[in-house]
């Protein structure tokens, strides 16, 4: 493959699809086809063939706003309509052409007029499962400007420029790891992509995987180039079987284009990618015991150093990124790292994709750039509260986050500015939450999840949350004592202090930011024997639960 | 060194030839236990006694490190599956979303807590960690199809449903 058959390829598919009048972009990610949108496809596919219509009728991947799914985007004239079922494909059909169907038609301009795309930029756009919808839209360039035009040490150098870190929620500067890895010795190197999403309310990676596989797939060869691997794995849950069947379709396209295999782009690198499938643990997000995973063992982290940049995989100097971190390296090659590092804030660079859930009018994912107030995530994109309920907490990063309350609205969204406040970046989960939620509850909510997470190799952890949950677990019923709090931030301190793998490290920061922003709700459960939202039952007797800790 | 012979399938369901293959494209190689465990889970629906021992013999892991690792991973199941299964997302957004009080009508009106599968061994009741379609919470798997806004009475609806069937 040559730039210029690259180039051919790409001419070729835009001039097949401009004989068409209009492009039916029909959303077919996980949220949508869960309301049947495979089924809205083929009916729109019919009606254009009966109505006579020049439109070609796409599969696409996500297109972010999940909450007024199935959605069809109609271009070139972007109309954008929600809420579609198979019962609206004439209408839809017929509508090409003339005025849009207008009790369809989704009007939340300013949803999307406030985001910038650089991760998503395809999302939506393409068939997830056509190579060549890809490389139509530059895919490809990077990886073949990458390897003819520049050194693995400029590929390097222009990451270490944009001041990406990484997504997967450490914030560890991207170009940093690529070089430690870069400088290691030996033949043999890897690279994985850590698509093991495991904050529950953070969907972003299998967005990315089943919209987009190929540009993942390109910033991982793109990074195997520039540290000197020649094999990838990629790890994914196996919770998430479209990404999964998508991400091996795309793996078999790449190698039938030659993108992927033997001497890519008659150069002498090579690189091939497998798939690992996560079989349900939480603490395979943690680089150690992802690594632990894919050499077939259970998957407990262990003590660094050695980081696995210097002794991964095997033993082998290895790299590891999130989905995310990959997603973003073909626009920074294309474009260079100062376009990249022209977005965002001081320490924060380029733009971050959240997953928008709980209680909020357009539930979704929303990709903005870094610095960005979260009142205007919130309110602005994500349009408020509904139902006529306040606002009473947003929770970032998963079980490893923090609860911010309406006070925090105005801090910009950036890696220290989220740590400074008690919460963190994670991978981008955004869960709101209103009056209706019960602070201490949702901090018993998080724990007993580490809790259960915990893999059991060190003490503090695993003992650790089981006390924390017992101690919660007591106040929520009503049999708490003001003590209990002490007791609370003294073990959430040895706990933090003391594990052995981020999963331990982080998971009192539910229960210390709670104690922080919410400690009122605290005491209204241990004083007055009440839950202010309503949520828990103060009479009820020990939980089953916590006499099997106790036991 | 002895070449390696891989033992015996355990019979003659065809079953085991797909476990076999998924060790066979790895070369069955230590590092595919993983991998093979995730087949027979999907052939079979559950790991058995006989299957983890045959695939550590294969793959010569030791049986406590084969059994340990199907014991560390949620995914992987040691009981058979009832005829129809009900998983409820228990992830952030569906408990916001009150995903629990479906969790305890469900135990309520099967009778059985979440991870088990009632004694005519009709409907198992589990529950997931997020399966990332938290745009749509409340979310239930059915039978492994997805459904979002899941209320109570769509859900009670369903196990009459598969209950008479």
Request: charge should be negative.
């Amino acid at each position: 493959m040559t730039i210029e058959e690259l180039d051919q390829i790409a001419e070729s598919t835009r001039a097949e699809y401009a004989k068409f009048d209009n492009e039916i972009n029909v959303c077919m990610g996980t949220g949508c086809l869960s309301q049947h949108s495979d089924q809205l496809k083929d009916a729109l596919a019919k009606a254009v063939a009966a109505q006579g219509k020049n439109a070609f009728v796409r599969r696409t991947g996500c297109m972010g706003l999940c909450a007024a799914g199935p959605l069809v985007l109609v271009d070139p004239d972007e109309t954008l309509y929600q809420h579609c079922n198979a019962s609206h494909a004439d209408a839809i059909a017929a509508s090409l052409g003339g005025a849009p169907v207008a009790e369809l038609q989704c009007d939340l301009r300013e949803h999307f007029e406030q985001q910038v795309h650089v991760v998503l930029e395809n999302s939506g756009h393409i068939d997830p499962e056509k190579i060549d919808d890809y490389i139509a839209r530059d895919g490809y360039q990077a990886l073949v400007k990458a390897l003819t035009e520049m050194a693995p040490n400029d590929v390097i150098q222009q990451i270490t420029i944009s001041g990406l870190r990484g997504r997967g929620g450490g914030g560890y500067p991207t170009g940093l790891k690529w070089g430690t890895v870069a400088k290691a010795g030996g033949d043999l190197k890897y690279v994985i992509c850590n698509g093991d999403e495991g904050d529950p309310g953070a969907f972003m990676d299998r967005s990315v995987l089943e919209s987009d596989p190929q540009r993942v797939l390109e910033g991982m060869a793109i990074a195997a180039y520039a540290v000197g691997a020649s094999k990838g794995y990629v790890y994914v849950r196996a919770e998430y079987p479209l990404a999964v069947s998508r991400f091996t379709n795309c793996l078999r396209d790449a190698r039938r284009r030659g993108l992927l295999g033997n001497n890519i782009c008659n150069t002498p690198f090579s690189f091939d990618v497998e798939i690992r499938l996560g079989a349900g643990a939480f603490v395979c997000g943690e680089e150690t015991a992802l690594i632990a995973s894919i050499e077939g063992k259970r998957g407990q982290p262990k003590p660094r150093p050695p980081y696995p940049a210097v002794s991964g995989l095997w033993g082998k100097p290895t790299l590891i990124n999130n989905v995310e971190t990959f997603a973003n390296i073909a626009p920074i090659i294309r474009n260079g790292g100062k376009w990249f590092a022209s977005m965002g804030s001081e320490r924060s660079k380029g733009t971050k994709v959240f997953a928008l859930t709980g209680k909020i009018t357009n539930t979704g994912l929303v990709e903005v750039p870094m610095g960005i107030k979260l009142r205007q995530i919130i309110e602005g994109i994500g349009g408020g509260v509904p139902d006529g309920h306040t606002f009473k907490a947003v929770q970032t990063g998963g079980p490893s986050g923090g609860c911010l309350p309406a006070e925090m609205l105005d801090i910009g969204v950036s890696y220290d500015a989220l740590v400074r406040e008690g919460a963190m970046m994670g991978s981008g989960g955004m869960i709101v939450m209103d009056d209706t939620s019960c602070m201490v509850n949702v901090a018993r909510f998080f724990i007993e999840f580490c809790m259960t997470e915990s893999c059991g190799k060190c003490i503090p952890c695993r003992a650790g949350t089981a006390q924390m949950h017992a101690i919660l677990t007591r106040i929520c019923d009503g049999r708490g004592a003001m003590e209990d709090l002490d007791l609370l931030v003294d073990l959430c301190a040895t706990v933090k202090e003391t594990s052995l793998c981020g999963l331990g490290m982080t998971a009192p920061n539910p229960v210390l930011s709670t104690l922080k922003y919410f400690k009122n709700e605290y005491i209204d459960h241990i004083v007055h024997k009440r839950c202010p939202a309503g949520v828990c039952n103060m009479q009820a007797p020990a939980a089953a639960s916590e006499l099997e800790v106790l036991a | 060194m002895p070449a390696f012979t891989p033992p015996p399938l355990p019979s003659d369901d065809k079953r085991w030839k797909i476990v076999n293959g998924t060790m066979r494209k790895n070369g069955f190689a230590r590092h595919a236990l993983i991998e093979t465990l995730h087949t027979v889970q999907s052939s079979f629906g559950y790991l058995d006694d006989d299957a983890i021992r045959f695939v550590a013999r294969s793959l010569r892991v030791p049986l406590s490190q084969a059994y340990g690792v199907a014991t560390f991973y949620h995914h992987f199941s040691l009981k058979p599956p009832g005829k129809h299964t009900m998983t409820i997302c228990t992830g952030t957004a569906c408990y916001i979303k009150g995903t629990d009080k479906l969790v305890a009508e469900a135990e309520k009106h099967l009778k059985i807590p979440q991870g088990q599968t009632t004694k005519d061994g009709n409907i198992s009741l589990m529950t997931a960690r997020c399966v990332g379609a938290c745009g749509r919470a409340p979310v239930v798997l059915t039978d492994g199809e997805l459904v979002g806004q899941m209320t109570s009475a769509q859900m009670l609806e369903q196990l009459e449903r598969w209950a008479v069937e």
